[in-house]
């Protein structure tokens, strides 16, 4: 897995299908995706990935009324949605230029379809460049622990696993064992232990962070606090622990979140 650093610049796009003016302003959405210091996606990033990104130069478009029936959107695939809204934005927004961005996110006035897609991104072409971007797609009253755990499929990760083998019926479809039961690791979301943040109510649950194993693919775990026992006896402190790892067979240890993203697990 590519290790990602720096400034993770979206474009977010809000998206207006019904006829009612969205309850959500831009002002909230500027706060939740961009701003540092309001307890919002920017701020998770920054502290999750221990300051190796961000999501600063990121900017909100929107709200803009597409020309598109809730019907008409709803029969498309989420890719095709995706990239529909995207184009019309493109199209519309004069100071727009996608290529500033790693990534997309198409928020809507309800909730018409939800998630990422296959692999978390998107070939895209506007103004006649082609390149892949980050991509998620969400309703405008989605918790703060959705968002995130979308931007981490744009980001490369994958779903977070226990070892029990239980398999989850997710109407209609089954997740594969263990998937979805790291209560730890915000990839498991929305099967995990998070908590609404009394300094930002208003964007709902949020948390947990990354356990070590997501950590250490993305390249942001401190290899020097970072202990391997082979054998014999080693006395060792720690603080806060992530589950056990089925990939590696191995229990592996998480370092210390902030505290707002761990004021839901049990015992915190």
């Not at 996608?98 to 309800?110: A, E, M, N, P, Q």
């Not at 479809?173 to 232990?193: C, F, H, Q, R, T």
């Not at 990354?210 to 060792?236: C, H």
Request: hydrophobic share 35%.
């Amino acid at each position: 897995m590519k290790h990602l650093n720096g400034d993770q610049k979206w474009a977010v796009l809000l998206c207006q299908l019904g006829e009612a003016t969205p309850e959500l302003t831009r002002d909230h959405f500027v706060d939740f995706c961009v701003n540092a210091g309001t307890g919002g996606l920017n701020d998770y990033w920054q502290s999750i990935s221990h300051g190796n990104i961000t999501l600063n130069g990121s900017a909100v478009y929107g709200w803009y009324q597409a020309p598109l029936s809730v019907a008409d959107f709803m029969n498309l695939s989420r890719a095709d949605k995706i990239s529909r809204i995207a184009q019309l934005f493109s199209e519309n927004e004069s100071e727009l230029d996608f290529s500033d961005y790693i990534g997309i996110l198409v928020v809507t006035d309800g909730d018409y379809d939800k998630g990422s897609v296959q692999g978390g991104s998107l070939d895209l072409t506007f103004n006649g460049t082609t390149k892949p971007y980050g991509v998620v797609l969400a309703p405008a009253d989605e918790s703060h622990s959705f968002y995130a755990h979308e931007m981490g499929h744009a980001f490369g990760l994958g779903h977070s696993f226990d070892d029990s083998g239980i398999e989850l019926d997710q109407g209609g479809w089954k997740s594969l064992p263990g998937e979805y039961l790291d209560k730890w690791d915000i990839m498991s979301a929305e099967n995990v232990w998070s908590s609404v943040q009394p300094s930002s109510p208003d964007f709902g649950q949020s948390g947990p962070g990354l356990n070590a194993f997501n950590m250490r693919d993305q390249g942001w775990l401190d290899s020097a606090r970072v202990v391997e026992i082979k054998g014999g006896e080693t006395s060792v402190r720690l603080r806060s622990a992530a589950p056990y790892c089925p990939a590696s067979r191995r229990r592996q240890l998480s370092p210390p979140w902030p505290a707002r993203y761990r004021s839901g697990l049990p015992s915190w």
